[in-house]
């Protein structure tokens, strides 16, 4: 361990005192200040923007159908998204976690429908299916970040060949059909709702965000992620094991796209080889809509909640006021380059 | 660690009629940081062209040189980071070779870097203890729970000593003055440095009566015992600071002058090569 010297090295108290702060001539006007503090909960205003418009559009936004739908609809973004934060805030990117909540949802039905037939207990079974999915997704992204690391081949890349590869191998499962055989614990837990109004597969998503949440604000390795892409030269001098770590990173994306696949198992209460195409846009989308910078060491697990939110209020909020499903994809565009653009006038504003 | 060679050091083959003052070698004193030999090249430069150097215990070292000279290429030999051609570093007399610079860190070879490396949107204390975060005792520990408040305190501590004001340890290095931003890595440097600081130019962004608080710091951590290797461009302080100036043109050591014997226009005239032009056509 690194020795820290006493505090003893302190110049002569003869040395001039320091200049008072806020003193300085270069000092930034007070409004700059509050820009910066404003900054990282506009996103916040944006959502309360759209429930404000939604709720006023169609007062159906108010009811526990329309909640619940929208709970629904972002259990498998949020846990993507979760992952999918770690990632971008080393500088990554994963393009296949989308694929990967496919596969590990087939490769886990299918198994469970085998255990079942052979005649396993359904406990045992659902804990085998949730464990293998996450093993499997957990191997997947470990295997992404140990080619991104030592091959030196960009994450882009790599976790596009995943996609393209992971994405196929669903339709080699179970001859390529859904898998309906499933123990009853899954679509219990795909149906449950904690006191009505909280769907277990959302409780699961939420509590997994306060967990990796902690994980990455409070921990040492959530503060190496930062670090990693924030400045990786300074990473490694600092002595952090880059490659490692980053392994790790990718390893995260992917048991949580195991974890997913599970969810969205649970939801359809059959494992389909469809689940998951193109999720990993909709992920990426909300963690920079949540205020994440694709250069990495920037962003907060709260901002990709919120992100995730927005556009799960964005699909569930244009169907209630009956507008066509392909005009989500527009607005939720329109609103990834809003949102990084209003990132970049907000950063220029930070460096005056 | 150690190679085919001796692990003796060998005294430094360099031309002892160079510059009016070898190395203050006290009778058996072994250098803490040493480097004999150290070539270096990127691609076709030749950064460093046969390096020899001695650091004692105690001592504040000049490091000067025109731009291009080599002297951050020798600092990122020596704290790790940069693995040399041919050359061997020794550290208390041993051989040592550095596959990173967390193998230095671990002896207590600290270093303020040129660029500073600091992670721009990292508070001021997590940049401090990057690496050597402390965590919380407890079940806590075994996830890696950050003391954050405990570090948060140490850093102000640390801070405190370079004398030049950061608002708040929380805010991110990003956000603050050069000036700050280079009393960070000076800070963290002076906390963390229990053998030897290589400072390659940690006075270049502030202002004079900074450069002086720096300067102060030096001759204290000195006065301590752990020397200290100071590259700068700010000559006058480099010959009231220094107990020796070490000079490199062109990758190669040519003069090693004791300020007490000589003018800082002596400093320059080797600085420019025009010392060893006049000494050749003598
Ligand atoms: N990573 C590198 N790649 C290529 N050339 C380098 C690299 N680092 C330093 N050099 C070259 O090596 C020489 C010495 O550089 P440097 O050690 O930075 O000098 P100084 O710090 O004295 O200004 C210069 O010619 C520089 O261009
Ligand atoms: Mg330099």
Redesign the pocket.
Same mark, same amino acid.
């Given at each position: 361990m690194p020795v820290r010297l006493p505090a003893a090295f302190s110049p002569p108290a003869s040395a001039p005192p320091a200049r008072p702060e806020g003193a300085s001539p270069g000092e930034r006007p007070a409004w700059l200040d509050l820009v910066d503090r404003v900054g990282d909960f506009w996103i916040v205003g944006v959502l309360g923007l759209l429930v404000l418009v939604f709720g006023l559009l169609n007062t159906q936004l108010f009811t526990k159908g329309a909640w619940l739908s929208i709970s629904n609809f972002s259990v498998e973004y949020l846990l993507l998204a979760i992952g999918q934060t770690f990632v971008i805030l080393t500088g990554g990117i994963d393009l296949s976690d989308g694929a990967v909540l496919g596969f590990t949802g087939m490769m886990s039905g299918w198994v469970m429908q085998g255990m079942l037939n052979s005649g396993d207990s359904s406990l045992l079974t659902t804990i085998v299916g949730f464990a293998l999915a996450i093993a499997i997704g957990f191997l997947i992204g470990a295997a992404n970040g140990f080619l991104i690391t030592r091959l030196k081949l960009p994450p882009f890349i790599v976790t596009l060949g995943s996609l393209t590869a992971v994405g196929a191998a669903p339709s080699l499962v179970n001859g390529g059909t859904e898998v309906s055989t499933l123990p009853p614990q899954i679509g219990n837990i795909g149906n449950g709702a904690v006191g009505g109004w909280i769907y277990t597969t959302f409780l699961v998503a939420v509590v997994a965000t306060v967990v990796f949440g902690l994980f990455l604000h409070r921990t040492r390795f959530g503060l190496r992620t930062y670090a990693i892409g924030s400045n990786g030269l300074a990473a490694r001098r600092a002595g952090i094991n880059v490659d490692r770590h980053l392994v790790w990173v990718y390893a995260i994306s992917g048991l949580l796209a195991g974890l997913a696949g599970m969810m969205v198992m649970a939801n359809q209460a059959v494992a389909s080889p469809l689940s998951g195409q193109n999720d990993e846009l909709d992920a990426i989308a909300a963690v920079v809509i949540g205020g994440a910078s694709l250069f990495g060491g920037r962003g907060h697990m709260l901002g990709t909640f919120v992100g995730t939110m927005i556009i799960s209020l964005l699909v569930t909020g244009l169907v209630l006021v009956n507008v066509n499903g392909s005009w989500t994809e527009v607005v939720t565009g329109i609103i990834i380059i809003g949102a990084v653009a209003l990132d970049q006038v907000r950063l220029r504003l930070a460096e005056l | 660690m150690a190679g085919p060679m001796a692990d003796e050091m060998p005294e430094p083959p360099g031309d002892q009629a160079l510059g009016p003052g070898q190395a203050p070698r006290g009778e058996g004193q072994v250098p803490v940081i040493a480097a004999r030999g150290v070539t270096k090249h990127? %691609?076709s !430069?030749q =950064?460093l062209r046969g390096v020899d150097l001695d650091i004692y215990a105690g001592e504040v070292v000049g490091l000067v @040189? +025109? *731009? %291009? =000279? %080599?002297?951050?290429?020798? !600092? *990122?030999i020596l704290s790790g980071g940069l693995q040399p051609n041919s050359g061997t570093i020794f550290v208390d007399g041993q051989r040592v070779s550095f596959s990173s610079s967390l193998e230095a860190r671990r002896l207590g070879i600290e270093t303020v870097y040129?660029d500073l490396s600091l992670a721009p949107d990292l508070s001021v204390w997590a940049n401090i203890f990057l690496g050597r975060e402390q965590t919380v005792k407890g079940p806590l520990r075994l996830v890696g729970w950050l003391d954050r408040k405990a570090m948060a305190a140490s850093a102000e501590a640390d801070l405190e000593r370079t004398r030049i004001k950061i608002g708040s340890v929380g805010s991110p290095a990003g956000r603050l003055s050069g000036g700050q931003r280079q009393a960070i890595a000076v800070g963290r440097a002076v906390a963390w440095g229990s053998r030897v600081l290589l400072m +390659?130019e940690p006075t270049a962004a502030l202002g004079v009566e900074q450069q002086e608080r720096v300067g102060e710091l030096v001759s204290s951590v000195a006065s301590q015992g752990v020397p200290v290797l100071l590259?700068s461009h700010n000559l006058p302080q480099i010959h009231r600071l220094c107990d020796r100036v070490v000079v490199?043109f062109r @990758?190669q050591v040519v003069a090693n002058l004791r300020p007490a014997e000589c003018h800082v226009d002596d400093i320059v005239s080797w600085i420019t090569g025009a010392a060893l032009g006049a000494r050749r056509s003598a």
């Open positions: - | 990127f %691609g !430069v =950064a @040189g +025109d *731009n %291009g =000279a %080599g002297k951050s290429t020798l !600092v *990122n040129q +390659d590259i490199l @990758g």
